[in-house]
């Protein structure tokens, strides 16, 4: 075998395995992204929460009043407001309205199926987390942070305490509502929300 029959074998199979990566790269990316969304949302989440010392915690497990075990992927806790994030993963295309119980996901244009809107299952996380503790539901805010690839259609938001955003927006609209023109949170009311939520933590032992 010549010199130039190896070059062109190495090339062709450097070429193969090229192409296999060009095929199979955006469907791995989308797998790893979904199984793994809100560890990588986490840390966006962990990062702002050292950038502006606020106290973060991470899957926050709690007995829903219908006897389910329900989970709120992050808590935030602001100088202002306490921040319940939600977190999901679309990668395909989303038609929805705020106040609507149902948006429609398209996973591809032929595919499409019926979602519970997050907004409002957030709004029960909200709700929920004020019912079991001692906090005011209006230092509560509600976020349902989606991945930046998401294809949404032209989306109104109009609540002033639950939110859609992209992940990559989540940093300006935190610093957004902390610039609100309102009381900062007593250090020793939030003191004892963190200690409470902390306390109720059902994953907080695993």
Avoid at 13 to 26: A, E, H, Q
Wanted: aromatic residues 12%; proline residues 2%; positive net charge.
């Amino acid at each position: 075998m010549t010199d130039l029959q190896i070059a062109f074998i190495i090339t062709a199979s450097l070429t193969g395995l090229l192409l296999v990566f060009i095929i199979f790269y955006r469907p791995i990316k989308r797998a790893v992204l979904k199984r793994h969304y809100v560890c990588f949302n986490g840390r966006v989440i962990y990062r702002i929460a050292l950038d502006f010392d606020y106290y973060l915690i991470n899957q926050f497990c709690y007995l829903h009043q219908k006897r389910e075990t329900k989970t709120i992927n992050h808590i935030l806790f602001g100088s202002k407001w306490i921040y319940v994030i939600m977190d999901c993963y679309y990668p395909g295309a989303i038609s929805a309205k705020e106040n609507d119980p149902s948006w429609i996901y398209y996973a591809s244009k032929k595919k499409k199926r019926y979602i519970d809107n997050p907004l409002k299952v957030n709004a029960e996380n909200v709700h929920q987390l004020s019912m079991i503790t001692d906090i005011n539901k209006n230092m509560l805010i509600s976020i349902v942070v989606i991945n930046d690839d998401c294809h949404l259609e032209a989306f109104e938001g109009t609540s002033k305490t639950n939110f859609l955003v992209r992940k990559s927006h989540l940093r300006r609209l935190i610093k957004a509502l902390e610039q609100r023109d309102v009381v900062s949170i007593d250090e020793k009311a939030l003191a004892k929300a963190v200690t409470e939520i902390h306390a109720l933590n059902i994953n907080k032992k695993k």
